[in-house]
């Protein structure tokens, strides 16, 4: 528990240095994301080594992982048009989440996010924080835990929409990895697709 606990303070402090209004000036966001995600999955590969034997690479579950990143784009798309009819702070911050690519090659950005940073977060949010957490507690318990954790992890950026995007996104593959952990390839393929799709491909604007 205390390599578990150490990990998720770990996760706190990077995700705050990256997002907080206060410091994330001084770094580069994109790198700080792909240093952070990638000694984050390192961390759980050392700590709780196997979950690699829980990733089946099959066509059923590409299949599914596409299918979850479209369901899981066009909620945000709904949610984007909702969100603007109820607060006027809504659009502003969604900007604000956008303008971090500014400047940045889209290409370099699709290839950080589908190999690096979408994988790496699924491989430490769910196949670390919220396995070990269900086998020490409960399934139920695990997810939920772990769906308001990773929300929380972004509360330094004073951003009410991305702390809530992460917890709508985070509910959903938590729930996903709590029914399904047998499709945890295909967890891990969605969270890669939707990132590039949301960021990249498709941007909700």
């Given at each position: 528990?205390?390599?578990?606990?150490?990990?998720?303070?770990?996760?706190?402090?990077l995700w705050t240095v990256m997002?907080?209004?206060?410091?994330?000036?001084?770094?580069?966001?994109?790198?700080?994301?792909?240093?952070?995600?990638?000694?984050?999955?390192?961390?759980?590969?050392?700590?709780?080594?196997?979950?690699?034997?829980?990733?089946?690479?099959?066509?059923?579950?590409?299949?599914?992982?596409?299918?979850?990143?479209?369901?899981?784009?066009?909620?945000?798309?709904?949610?984007?048009?909702?969100?603007?009819?109820?607060?006027?702070?809504?659009?502003?911050?969604v900007d604000t989440i956008y303008?971090?690519?500014?400047?940045?090659?889209?290409?370099?950005?699709?290839?950080?996010?589908?190999?690096?940073?979408?994988?790496?977060?699924?491989?430490?949010?769910?196949?670390?924080?919220?396995?070990?957490?269900?086998?020490?507690?409960?399934?139920?318990?695990?997810?939920?835990?772990?769906?308001?954790?990773?929300?929380?992890?972004?509360?330094?950026?004073?951003?009410?929409?991305?702390?809530?995007?992460?917890?709508?996104?985070?509910?959903?593959?938590?729930?996903?990895?709590?029914?399904?952990?047998?499709?945890?390839?295909?967890?891990?393929?969605?969270?890669?697709?939707?990132?590039?799709?949301?960021?990249?491909?498709?941007?909700?604007?």
């Amino acid at each position: 528990m205390k390599r578990l606990l150490f990990t998720i303070i770990l996760a706190t402090v990077l995700w705050t240095v990256m997002f907080s209004p206060w410091t994330a000036h001084y770094v580069n966001f994109w790198w700080m994301m792909t240093a952070s995600a990638c000694v984050l999955s390192l961390c759980a590969t050392i700590f709780a080594p196997g979950w690699w034997k829980r990733v089946r690479l099959t066509p059923s579950n590409i299949f599914w992982g596409v299918v979850i990143a479209v369901a899981l784009w066009g909620v945000f798309w709904v949610g984007d048009k909702l969100s603007q009819l109820m607060f006027d702070f809504a659009r502003p911050q969604v900007d604000t989440i956008y303008g971090m690519k500014e400047g940045e090659s889209p290409w370099l950005l699709t290839v950080l996010m589908l190999f690096l940073i979408g994988p790496a977060e699924e491989i430490f949010w769910r196949g670390y924080v919220q396995h070990n957490l269900s086998l020490r507690w409960n399934p139920n318990l695990g997810f939920v835990v772990t769906t308001l954790v990773y929300a929380l992890v972004h509360a330094g950026s004073m951003n009410f929409m991305l702390t809530m995007a992460a917890m709508v996104a985070g509910a959903a593959w938590g729930l996903l990895y709590r029914l399904f952990p047998e499709r945890f390839a295909a967890i891990i393929i969605s969270h890669a697709l939707w990132d590039v799709a949301v960021f990249i491909w498709f941007p909700i604007m």
